[in-house]
């Protein structure tokens, strides 16, 4: 039996969780700044007021978008690295696994990466510990692949920030009338990344 507490409870969440939904379609349509939170509500079907029940400001609303999609980019490309064996398959997997969640996330991730100047230097530096875990976790592999000689690597950090914004970019033109298939565009991208590393 539903409790009253517990219905109201699941209305909260649902309005929440709308306004997410609203923002982000604000955020790609018309960018941070041309966004009113007045805007926001009105598309998620809320009163103005009743958006402050949930977020203080529309920035509290940017970087909680931002931080989800940084959280969920980073532990598509971990669980891919954990579950291969050796450089080369962990490469692939991981510019795959990289890949494929921004082609599949690619609203999200155009907020994540294009509306993030927007940040306050508060919010900004909360998020830079994850690209940081990003960054880290790909130069490992290129690292290990070098040592080993499984990948030819010469600069690892500047190949594994050529790989990153490879991978990122894509958010800005995706999907395209000849690319629409997040699948095929990662498999694509993880043949690039494995010739950059001279597999």
């Known amino acids: 039996m539903t409790t009253p507490a517990k219905s109201l409870s699941r209305r909260s969440a649902n309005s929440r969780q709308q306004l997410l939904k609203a923002s982000i379609e604000s955020f790609v349509t018309t960018g941070y700044h041309a966004t009113t939170t007045r805007e926001i509500a009105q598309k998620a079907g809320l009163s103005p007021a009743a958006m402050y029940v949930h977020f203080s400001s529309k920035q509290d609303l940017l970087f909680e978008l931002i931080e989800h999609g940084h959280h969920e980019a980073y532990r598509a490309l971990a669980d891919a690295i954990q579950q291969a064996d050796g450089p080369r398959e962990a490469l692939r997997a991981a510019v795959y696994a990289f890949t494929e969640w921004h082609a599949t ?3 999200l991730g155009r907020i994540a990466q294009y509306e993030f100047q927007y940040l306050t230097p508060e919010n900004r530096a909360r998020i ?8 880290a976790s790909l130069r490992t592999i290129l690292q290990d692949g070098a040592r080993t000689g499984a990948l030819s690597v010469p600069n690892v950090r500047l190949t594994a920030l050529a790989i990153l914004s490879l991978c990122i970019d894509l958010v800005r033109w995706f999907p395209s ?11 694509n991208y993880a043949d690039i990344a494995s010739r950059m590393a001279g597999i």
Not at 128 to 135: E, L, P
């Open 105 to 107: 996330n690619h609203r």
């Open 128 to 135: 830079a510990h994850i690209r940081k875990a990003i960054d």
């Open 177 to 187: 009338r000849m690319h629409s298939d997040p699948q095929e565009i990662a498999s």
